[in-house]
């Protein structure tokens, strides 16, 4: 009986993981903007800080918000550039992440908010990388790192 809870409670946690991986990126966003304007604040004459996070804010908030697209006609399913956006999702999304923290880290001591806006891009990462190996609907994991499709092993075989 108590498996049972735990087997519901899991499904429910990762049927609204995605909403949360991109509540948290647009979180993210917001921070890493708001590092940005204090950046150019209190610090004029290291703009360039201001610069990175500023620009790096509008890069996370526009891969954060492209989900939106799909809403859209000229983005179906089947066109090129949705296909294109959805290849860039999950554990790639992860790596650029991380690449993105490693310069918050390095400039810490300007602004507490380019700490904690490197943290949670950290963390972002994270979360992708989790939602890529997530389990779907039936309990079976995603296989997004090494799946072999029928058309893959027929092409191995040959």
């Known amino acids: 009986m108590a498996d049972g809870k735990w087997s ?3 499904n429910c ?20 903007l708001a590092a ?3 950046a150019f604040k209190n610090r004029p004459l ?16 526009i891969l954060e918000l492209l989900f939106l697209f799909s809403k859209c ?3 179906s399913e089947e066109s090129r550039c949705w296909r294109t956006i ?10 650029l992440y991380i690449l993105l923290a490693i310069l918050c880290f390095i400039f810490p001591f300007n602004t507490l908010l380019g700490l904690v806006s490197g943290c949670m891009l950290l963390v972002a990462a994270l979360l992708y990388i989790m939602k890529t190996c997530r389990p779907d609907g039936d309990g079976n994991e995603h296989r997004q790192l090494t799946e072999v499709t029928g058309d893959d092993q027929n092409t191995m075989n040959n």
């Open 86 to 95: 959805l290849w860039f999702d999950n554990w790639k999304k992860s790596i």
């Open 36 to 38: 940005g304007i204090l």
């Open 73 to 75: 006609r000229c983005c």
């Open 8 to 10: 519901r409670a899991k």
């Open 13 to 32: 946690m990762w049927k609204y993981f995605t909403a949360i991986v991109r509540l948290f990126g647009i979180l993210t966003a917001a921070c890493l």
């Open 46 to 61: 290291e703009f360039y800080i201001g610069i990175y996070y500023t620009a790096v804010g509008i890069v996370v908030t």
